[in-house]
């Protein structure tokens, strides 16, 4: 019984830390979208960087803790996490301005919402 109340517990645990993924990763791409470029990586500009290097960190942060949870709970890696990452880093010429890009990782969310 103890071992299912911690599981119980820990289950609950991932589905706030999860929702406080999507909350910080939403705030992040409005002001994106609303023209703070740098989220996404496309550049070089190290100013760019250090304003969004906080918000990477603790949206890296927050999807270990997913992972590990889920790790534990026998449940698939964080998808959403997997997903933004590969979206990040240098982009081909001719692809989307960040904030365009931001705006479409909205939409996508927009749709999902759980």
């Given at each position: 019984?103890?071992?299912?109340?911690?599981?119980?517990?820990?289950?609950?645990?991932?589905?706030?830390i999860?929702?406080?993924?999507?909350?910080?990763?939403?705030?992040?791409?409005?002001?994106?979208?609303?023209?703070?470029?740098?989220?996404?990586?496309?550049?070089?500009?190290?100013?760019?960087?250090?304003?969004?290097?906080?918000?990477?960190?603790e949206?890296?942060?927050?999807?270990?803790?997913?992972?590990?949870?889920?790790?534990?709970?026998?449940?698939?890696?964080?998808?959403?996490?997997?997903?933004?990452?590969?979206?990040?880093?240098?982009?081909?010429?001719?692809?989307?301005?960040?904030?365009?890009?931001?705006?479409?990782?909205?939409?996508?969310?927009?749709?999902?919402?759980p």
């Open positions: 019984m103890a071992r299912a109340e911690r599981l119980a517990q820990l289950d609950e645990r991932r589905i706030e999860e929702v406080e993924y999507r909350q910080l990763l939403v705030a992040a791409l409005e002001r994106c979208a609303a023209g703070k470029w740098g989220l996404f990586g496309h550049g070089k500009d190290r100013q760019m960087i250090a304003l969004w290097a906080p918000t990477i960190e949206l890296n942060d927050l999807a270990d803790q997913i992972d590990e949870a889920r790790d534990r709970l026998g449940l698939p890696i964080f998808d959403l996490h997997a997903e933004f990452l590969a979206s990040r880093g240098r982009a081909d010429p001719s692809a989307v301005g960040e904030p365009k890009q931001a705006k479409a990782w909205l939409a996508k969310l927009a749709l999902s919402q």
